[in-house]
């Protein structure tokens, strides 16, 4: 398998950013909404791992974001639904990188609006600027209450067009996001 995106489909790079992005998603969205299901003691190890997936999926994003510049997409698989399904696939793309950052840099501000330190991997803690407040946090957390969900809502529709071109219209759109022997 190739590093690089080629007319076959994404390279090696393009696909473990995509996926592994996918998975902490998946992680951090089950964490942060069953945290209150986990007993008291364990509460503080799971918003640790909480964050530190989210930061992960923030920093995936950077990354990613710079690998596109470097390896370029390649056009499209061909598709019955035409041109039109390309541009709606593009607009998702970028609505889901929209999200993949302020889900994230949201989780961050309410850490601070709580007048907490975030951990960074574990590594060092960033303090917050701020002291503790209630309120301000209590609407910070709606907040990224509703973009963590909206999120998953778009990715799953993400997910279940990928299904679609696999299974209903059998092009190679899927294919080109799987490793090369699959294809
Ligand atoms: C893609 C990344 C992320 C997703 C999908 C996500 C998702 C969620 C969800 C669904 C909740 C539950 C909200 C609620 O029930 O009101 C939550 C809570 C929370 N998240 Fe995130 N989050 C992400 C990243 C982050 C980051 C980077 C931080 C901070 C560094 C963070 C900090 C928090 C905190 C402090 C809570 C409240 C937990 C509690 O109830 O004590 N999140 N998150």
């Known amino acids: 398998m190739t590093l690089r995106n080629d007319k076959t489909g994404y390279g090696a790079v393009a696909q ?6 996918g998975f902490f998603v998946l992680v951090a969205w089950l964490l942060g909404t069953f ?16 964050m530190s ?9 950077l990354v990613r974001l710079g690998w596109r510049l470097a390896d370029p997409l390649q056009p499209s698989a061909e598709t019955a639904l035409g041109p039109w399904s390309d541009r709606l696939a593009l ?15 949201s989780g961050v501000v309410l850490e601070f609006a709580r007048g907490q330190p975030v951990p960074v991997f574990g590594l060092f803690e960033i303090t917050s600027p701020w002291t ?13 209450e509703l973009l963590a969900d909206a999120l ?22 899927l294919l080109r996001m799987l490793p090369r022997a699959r294809r």
């Open 53 to 61: 997936l989210g930061l992960a999926v923030a920093a995936l994003l």
């Open 132 to 144: 503790r407040d209630r309120a301000f946090a209590k609407s910070v957390k709606e907040v990224h």
């Open 16 to 21: 473990t950013l995509h996926w592994a992005s």
């Open 35 to 50: 945290i209150d299901d986990f007993p008291k003691a364990a509460e503080p190890s799971v918003l640790f791992v909480h």
């Open 91 to 105: 607009l998702m793309q970028w609505i889901l990188y929209g999200l993949l950052l302020a889900g994230p840099v």
């Open 152 to 173: 998953m809502i778009l990715a799953s529709l993400h997910a279940a067009a990928a299904l679609l071109h696999h299974y209903v219209l059998k092009d190679a759109t």
